[in-house]
């Protein structure tokens, strides 16, 4: 990771230079989130190019802050991080928390890829809060900057999540349509769905009691609890 720095012989600066280059908090960040494969991480940040994710990968690599695993047997590839990269967590959440009392919502819901959103709500629906049997949902984005309007997740009680962005021909359940920043709002504890369902901004129709646990079995970001939260 060798570049130029800023020539400050401080501490905070000497950490800057090593995570300062552009997307290397955010792949650390959904390392520590679970995505370990490189498809996954693209998939959680669509605005990273694959070039430059396997740069960043690299230079994680040679800087021991990531660990390489390849698996011959079933062909894959794994990144993990090292104990130099665990140390960064404490950190990584007190900037979270720090961003959801003092980042404005304007700000916090300002982006519009609904395929990065949906990525990242899949992997914290709550399969033993839905219907016995198959659930599916489908989502719908207006406003989306992103490649799809619609989302469908098609969700087997205690088994898995899957997440369709082609239309799986099977009869939804649920449908929810919304801006892309109100479902942000909503997760991260920024927006109410109480007052946004009053006040036409999120519309859900089918299942009433997928409509009434929609809360439960779609849960708040683990920050949607922050005193003081910047709220919309």
Known sequence: MARKGYGIYCPT??????????????????LWDGNTRFNDIRRALPALSPGLLSKRLKELEAGGMVERIENPAKGTVDYFRTQKAIELEPIFDEMARWAQRHVDAEIALADRDAGMLMWKLRRRIDTEEMLDGRNVVRFRFPDTTGQHDIY???????IGVDLCIHDPRLDPDLYVECE?????????????????IDDGKIFLSGDTRLVKNFSKWLPSSVYADIEEIAAA
């Open 13 to 30: 600066s000497k950490a800057c230079e090593v995570l300062e280059p552009r997307w290397t908090i955010q792949i650390l960040c959904e």
């Open 152 to 158: 469908w997740i098609v969700v087997e009680r205690g």
């Open 180 to 196: 892309v920043g109100v479902l942000t709002g909503i997760y991260m504890g920024r927006r109410s769905l109480v007052r946004d």
